[in-house]
């Protein structure tokens, strides 16, 4: 059977989208995993990546007389995700297993929601499974999602592949289900690579938003509270304001904690101008999907939500999200601001505009904008693209490498050598030769290079005959091997067996008479150290020394 002929070139797997399938070919070829995991950002087409792995195993599925299953997390979803299976790859004979629909024989993908499978009847009587696929696979943890999947094979190693576009759990548990994460895509890596739109963010800060008041249930702010919290503070008409005078003709996404907050948001949207419509989980199916039509027609500008588009909402013209419902999770802030990443250049769509809602708050560490991405990023002002401070960062953190490596160049160096090198609080690297006698380095300001030099009480600081700075590792060989030609007890390796020796009591005297700070229980070597680093130290500040590092 050629069926991979037949893909439309539109839905051709992008590179990355090859690399998940081969990721998640060659493991479970290889491995005794079988319950494997992508985590795509949303807009990636997780979609085009299960029905290209579907169209690469069908010859093979075929052969055997099975089928792949397609779990959805909502009923809704099944169509969309039905749809795009058929776009993508026409050759598959689709079913969908829901309510009244039963199309489960002379298939070649079955797709059924979780909640039709939860019911024993409707899961037996669909046969010969030989692939399982999870659409936003982080619910998997859950009691129906684990009676499904034991059912259909998942453990007893039957090829299993969970896609999300966020690997994580409030109550936890994914590791139950889940074997590993084969393939993971950061957000920026998509919008360098021109698959996603760049990022903005502002903050638009509640006067009389307490957060510190909300409390937390399973690692994130209880929904209840914080929507009273909202409510209380009047951040709906603040919110409404805000995007009419910073999103000005945005189609956006509101996301709430409550219905509540959801429908008082849709009225403030309404009285400032911007047509405006709410929608929630349990409003009904009709209802629901003429809001969602009415957006995609343009006769409303914004939906406000109460939690339900997050996950499945396609509507790549949305440019703007505002996160009414602040969070301290980052995957759960990737999901809603993803909402505004797809491109849609045909509705000249440029970029993604993110309203992040704040108030008061000391005790909760909330997601925003850098968490976008897996790098490290500072925001610079609310005018920079998330790409545009990612890049301002990484030269930031280039200019101070150069420093970096010398200071990792240094500790390795001299942590790692036999002969007793010390550091004083300025900086500089010295070997005590003997009383009054030091040997140590000084930087060179121009270049990684080092001077030499020695200091004695007769001479004062003198360099070598060849004046010339070296590099670190040969400045460091060159002295050690002048600090061993004068030999002496003070040049003790470090683990000399006196050095572990309690401190004596002419050595504890001396400190306290230099108020020399001695820690509990420390050895002789330590407080050898101790008083060497002083000595020099003085030695340097009276002879004012330019530090060495």
């Known amino acids: 059977m050629t069926v991979m002929s037949d893909t439309p070139e539109t839905f051709k797997p992008r590179p990355y989208q090859t690399e998940a399938i081969n990721a998640l070919t060659t493991r479970w070829a290889t491995s005794a995993s079988n319950r494997l995991a992508v985590v795509l950002p949303t807009g990636a087409g997780k979609t085009v990546v299960f029905s290209n792995l579907i169209l690469e195993h069908l010859v093979v599925l075929a052969a055997r007389g099975e089928r792949a299953l397609v779990i959805a997390h909502r009923e809704e979803l099944l169509t969309q995700a039905a749809d795009k299976i058929k776009a993508v790859a026409p050759a598959l004979r689709v079913g969908i297993v829901k309510a009244a629909r039963n199309e489960h024989q002379d298939v070649d993908v079955v797709v059924a929601s979780i909640q039709t499978l939860a019911v024993e009847r409707r899961r037996q009587a669909i046969q010969d499974i030989g692939m399982v696929i999870v659409d936003e696979c982080h619910h998997a943890a859950a009691r129906s999602y684990m009676t499904v999947l034991e059912h259909f094979g998942a453990w007893r190693g039957i090829p299993v592949a969970g896609f999300t576009a966020t690997m994580t759990r409030a109550d936890g548990g994914l590791a139950d289900v889940w074997d590993e994460v084969v393939f993971t895509l950061d957000i920026l890596e998509m919008i360098e690579d021109g698959y996603l739109c760049d990022v903005r963010g502002k903050r638009i800060t509640v006067p009389g938003l307490n957060l510190d008041k909300v409390k937390t249930r399973n690692g994130d702010l209880q929904e209840g509270q914080l929507g009273q919290a909202l409510d209380d503070s009047g951040a709906a008409e603040v919110v ?23 429908q008082s948001m849709a009225d403030a949207f309404n009285d400032v101008g911007i047509p405006a419509a709410a929608i929630w989980g349990d409003m009904p199916r009709e209802a629901r999907q003429t809001a969602l039509k009415w957006y995609e027609t343009g006769e409303v500008q914004v939906l406000t939500n109460c939690m339900v588009l997050t996950e499945g909402f396609d509507a790549p013209w949305t440019s703007c999200v505002v996160i009414a419902r602040p969070t301290k999770s980052a995957g759960l802030y990737c999901q809603m601001a993803g909402r505004a990443l797809r491109l849609s250049p045909e509705t000249g769509k440029k970029d993604a505009l993110i309203l992040d809602v704040v108030g008061a708050s000391t005790r909760h560490n909330l997601a925003s904008i850098v968490d976008l991405t897996g790098r490290d990023v500072v925001m610079q002002g609310e005018e920079q693209t998330l790409r545009e401070a990612v890049r301002e960062t990484e030269e930031k ?12 160049e240094e500790i390795d160096l001299f942590h790692g050598s036999s002969v007793r090198w010390l550091k004083t609080d300025s900086g500089v690297w010295f070997i005590p030769v003997a009383d009054s006698l030091f040997v140590f380095l000084v930087r060179n300001p121009v270049d990684r290079t080092y001077w030499l030099r020695r200091f004695d009480t007769s001479n004062g600081i003198v360099g070598p005959k060849h004046d010339v700075p070296l590099p670190l590792a040969d400045a460091k060989a060159w002295l050690e091997q002048q600090a061993r030609a004068m030999g002496s007890r003070w040049l003790a390796t470090r683990s000399a067996p006196w050095r572990s020796k309690p401190a004596s009591v ?36 009276r002879l004012n020394v330019m530090a060495a590092a």
Do not use: M, W
Request: hydrophobic fraction near 40%; include cysteine; charged fraction near 20%.
């Open 240 to 262: 409404a304001e805000a995007y009419r005078l910073h999103a000005g003709d945005r189609p956006g996404v509101v996301f709430a904690p409550t219905v509540a907050t959801a």
């Open 397 to 408: 953190v280039k200019r101070q490498v150069d420093l970096s490596r010398i200071q990792v």
């Open 506 to 541: 002419k050595q504890l005297n001396f400190c306290r008479v230099k108020g020399i700070s001695v820690p509990s229980g420390s050895t002789a070597g330590e407080v050898s150290d101790l008083q060497a680093v002083h000595q020099f130290t003085t030695i340097l500040n």
